[in-house]
């Protein structure tokens, strides 16, 4: 029996609280496992990159697009000392559904997703690529103006207070450096980032890139601005055509 493509709302738990996400199934027989993706999204997260999930779809890839806690319907206060665990809930939850191959699923993180992405690959050896697309970085993203930038962003999240939040970030990216993840553990790595990036500098992946183990690609789009949607149409090919290489074929870089 062949089952038609289906995207919609799930929820589950994790410590205590109710997560959100968009997960997609691709059309095709009733009992095949396909690939999937965890797809993160930034701070505060209006951009979900529909675009990269549904050509996904078409190329028979699920995915999971999770609302981190305090953003989008999801319980809790957003933190961001909290993402990199609610994305490994993410990604367990994904890799158990009926359809999923857990043996073939990578991760895909936009500016703080991508932050994300980077630090959950160091811990998840077993993901088959990863796309981080304008990550955040470590300690250099903390400046003077760290604490007007978050009190403007968080405005749709549920937070304590913008200084409390500030504080977390602060703790977190020190903690969290991604140049770390990236030097830590090989991962098959597609890094993306435009050079008219005025929220996250596109040196920051150019340092990770010249930092990550092999094997790597760094794509430096010129002109580009960190939302890149002025090109969306190319951002979605290049990432998509990379994660159906890296999924569906063990393919090379």
Not at 86 to 101: I, N
Not at 127 to 141: D, F, I, Q
Request: proline share 6%.
């Amino acid at each position: 029996m062949r089952v038609p493509a289906h995207s919609g709302a799930v929820t589950f738990k994790h410590k205590g609280l109710k997560l959100v996400a968009v997960l997609a199934r691709p059309a095709g027989p009733e009992r095949r496992k396909c690939p999937g993706v965890l797809f993160l999204h930034g701070f505060p997260g209006s951009e979900h990159n529909v675009d990269v999930r549904r050509r996904l779809m078409k190329l028979g890839v699920a995915s999971l697009s999770l609302h981190f806690s305090g953003a989008w319907g999801s319980e809790g206060n957003y933190s961001f000392s909290a993402l990199v665990p609610q994305a490994a809930a993410g990604l367990r939850y994904l890799a158990s559904r009926e359809f999923v191959d857990k043996r073939r699923l990578a991760v895909f993180g936009f500016s703080m997703g991508g932050w994300t992405a980077l630090n959950l690959a160091a811990r998840e050896p077993k993901l088959k690529g990863v796309v981080a697309v304008a990550p955040v970085g470590g300690p250099e993203m903390i400046d003077g103006s760290l604490l007007t930038t978050i009190a403007h962003h968080a405005r749709p999240l549920r937070i304590r207070s913008a200084k409390s939040l500030s504080r977390d970030f602060v703790r977190a990216v020190k903690a969290c450096d991604p140049a770390r993840a990236v030097a830590k553990r090989a991962m098959p790595l597609l890094l993306v980032h435009g050079t008219e990036d005025d929220v996250v500098p596109c040196a920051i992946s150019k340092r990770l890139s010249r930092l990550a183990r092999e094997p790597k690609t760094l794509v430096v789009a010129r002109g580009a601005q960190h939302d890149f949607l002025d090109r969306r149409d190319w951002l979605a090919k290049l990432c998509s055509a990379w994660l159906s290489r890296r999924l569906l074929s063990g393919g090379s870089r």
